[in-house]
């Protein structure tokens, strides 16, 4: 080690020895400079602690190495954990992975996508707030840089968009809480900010009028993405005023149905498949915690380790190919059921 500092490239090449041209190249690609060169280098990174800016060599690429992720919520678990396999897939791809938040908040989502405008990145992963998003400028967004949805899909936005098959996972959850039991109920919010409710709304109205079944909506207030607390706080009322019409309830995320089964149990209700149980609970997403809850959540598990690979594969094949393609590509994975104690 040595106590003289090394502020940037031009010094570590100046005490290394090796020219400002190789020492650059060698960062880009290590494997670009001869075997005996690449020892030097990597000897005198250590003899002098020195780690090179990483963001500052790619700002002056004319391709970045560099790949946004942004994701509604990292709060939620669920978002968590989908943007760690992304992250992972990223770096694995010789990527830098520059993962943001927008926090369930439109004005965010504008921010942080301005902030990867500035910062340039080779492409940008999405998975948009949905009715909240404001299309227009996310559009304008993606018009300037090569960008794949996930997870919630805004029509003729981005390249291509990979999601959940919700008619698919609706109908297999329906079709399978009526051959069990009554049938269920669809307990949602009266206005979602996910897309993907309204379409799983159309789908169980279809799965339902199929099976020769009416359709039943419990249609709850609340704004934001705090389902746990609306799905509590409503699902106590409706219990409370025996407003349901039904004794199979199908949420429609297992966040609220995770708010739901506290409120079941306050109320005295025991949830699940037994003779002395008053209450079937069903969800969807199959969320991090719905393992945990009690009785265990049923579920449906969507298929994320396909969307997440396919996303970063599409974005990849992009960056590389340096080409927009002409048609947007769409495509939805089908679910599976998780089978639980709640249902």
């Known amino acids: 080690m040595t106590d003289k500092k090394i502020r940037n490239m031009e010094d570590f090449a100046a005490v290394s020895g090796i020219s ?22 990597e000897e005198a990174l250590e003899k002098y602690d020195y780690r090179p800016n990483i963001y500052a060599i790619n700002q002056n690429r004319r391709q970045t190495k560099n790949i946004g992720l942004v994701v509604p919520n990292l709060a ?7 943007a760690r396999s992304i992250e992972a897939l990223i770096v694995d791809a010789g990527f830098s ?3 943001l938040s927008s926090h369930g908040g439109p004005e965010q989502e504008l921010a942080n996508l301005e902030s990867l405008r500035a910062i340039k990145p080779a492409g940008v992963l999405l998975a948009p707030l949905g009715r909240a998003s404001d299309i227009d400028q996310v559009k304008k967004f993606t018009t ?4 794949v949805l996930f997870d919630a899909n805004l029509d003729n936005v981005g390249e291509a968009f990979f999601g959940c098959d919700n008619t698919q996972t609706i109908d297999l959850i329906v079709d399978y809480l009526c051959r069990s039991g009554e049938p269920p109920v669809l307990f949602e919010m009266e206005n979602p900010v996910n897309p993907n409710a309204f379409r799983k709304r159309s ?23 705090d389902f746990e607390e609306i799905g509590y706080r409503e699902g106590k009322r409706v219990i409370l005023q025996n407003l349901l019409p039904t004794r199979t309830v199908l949420c429609s995320n297992d966040r609220l149905a995770i708010g739901f089964l506290a409120a079941a149990f306050e109320c005295g209700e025991k949830v699940g498949l037994g003779p002395d149980c008053t209450l079937r609970v069903a969800g ?60």
């Open 97 to 99: 992975p520059l993962l």
């Open 20 to 41: 400002r041209p190789t020492v650059s190249k060698y960062f880009n690609d290590p494997q670009s400079v001869r075997k005996s060169t690449r020892a030097r280098i």
């Open 284 to 343: 969807h997403d199959d969320h991090p915690f719905a393992r945990y809850t009690c009785p265990g959540l049923t579920t449906i598990s969507q298929d994320y380790a396909s969307i997440t690979a396919r996303s970063v594969e599409t974005i990849l094949r992009i960056i590389e190919s340096g080409e927009r393609p002409e048609t947007r590509e769409a495509s939805y994975f089908e679910g599976r059921l998780v089978m639980r104690g709640s249902a």
């Open 203 to 225: 789908a169980y109205v279809d799965a339902m009028t199929r099976l020769s079944h009416e359709p039943h909506f419990i249609r709850v207030s609340g704004d934001g993405w």
């Open 144 to 147: 300037e840089i090569p960008t």
């Open 76 to 82: 939620d678990p669920f978002f968590a954990g989908i």
